[in-house]
């Protein structure tokens, strides 16, 4: 695996070598940061804990050098911080039971730069290798600059595969902004319930981002939870945990369909759905 930035890593919890980890893959996700991938992705993460015939890995994009940092943290330099991420990414990965964790290790401005096509490379160079049916990234309507940047590139990466090697769901998920304003028909509700203790061990590894003031453990576990209730408004709650999804997959399906319409699509839906309820109500 030779990829861009020399200081790119590819670490294997197993001890794998990494073309049989990676191709043993079948549920891959994609994310900005180190916390991304388990707050977004769990039940893909779930799904594949303790199985010999479904693996998760997980791709962290940038370096995570200049997150805010506090506490224990405090006087850590830039590149400080980016060893401790790193770290707390590979301890997840351990928990998770990954089958492979790769940081690419950019900067937030490579992944701005739309010009910038090594993160595109990079990731078609892993999805060839790894081959997975299911795919998670952050969701288009996300509110961080990076995290969309995240999936435009991303979404060039699989419209450049050859169709039969692209995977068969691509999945828009939830970190900085959710998806409960979608229709529900729209929604792709993914049943977290699972393993609580698991969820807040992977969420609980990323201490240098909660201890830097933001608690997005407690956050992340409040959302599955008030999903699960507010999902449905009749009838008794189904699960105890839900995330929400954008489902990407008509993107790669028909690359020729533009990425800002189709969300425009979604928002229209909702739009529509919220003046249609105010009009029938208004006598
Ligand atoms: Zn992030």
């Not at 707390?88 to 998770?96: I, N, R, Y």
């Amino acid at each position: 695996m030779k990829f861009k930035l020399d200081t790119a890593e590819l670490f294997v919890p197993d001890g794998l070598p990494a073309e049989p980890a990676l191709a043993r893959t079948t549920h891959m996700a994609f994310g900005a940061h180190q916390d991304d991938l388990e707050i977004m992705a769990y039940s893909g993460i779930l799904e594949c804990f303790q199985r010999e015939d479904k693996w998760f890995t997980g791709v962290v994009v940038t370096n995570g050098s200049g997150s805010p940092r506090d506490d224990v943290y405090k006087d850590y330099s830039d590149d400080e911080m980016r060893i401790v991420r790193r770290k707390e990414q590979k301890k997840a990965a351990v928990v998770g039971e990954y089958a492979a964790q790769v940081l690419l290790d950019y900067t937030s401005g490579a992944i701005k730069d739309g010009a910038n096509k090594d993160p595109v490379a990079d990731m078609a160079m892993l999805l060839n290798a790894a081959r997975p049916d299911i795919v998670y990234t952050h969701n288009p309507a996300d509110k961080h600059d990076t995290h969309v940047g995240v999936t435009v590139k991303l979404l060039e990466a699989l419209r450049g595969l050859p169709a039969d090697a692209r995977p068969k769901k691509l999945y828009g998920c939830e970190v900085w902004r959710d998806l409960d304003w979608m229709i529900d028909e729209d929604k792709t509700a993914f049943d977290c319930s699972g393993h609580e203790n698991l969820q807040a061990a992977l969420l609980g590894v990323f201490d240098s981002q909660i201890a830097g003031g933001k608690r997005y453990d407690l956050a992340t576990m409040g959302r599955r939870k008030a999903h699960a209730t507010y999902h449905a408004s009749h009838g008794t709650d189904a699960t105890t945990g839900l995330t929400f999804a954008m489902d990407l997959t008509p993107l790669i399906v028909d690359p020729s369909k533009d990425l800002n319409a189709f969300v425009q699509e979604h928002i229209g839906r909702f739009a529509n759905e919220v003046s249609g309820r105010i009009a029938k109500l208004i006598s």
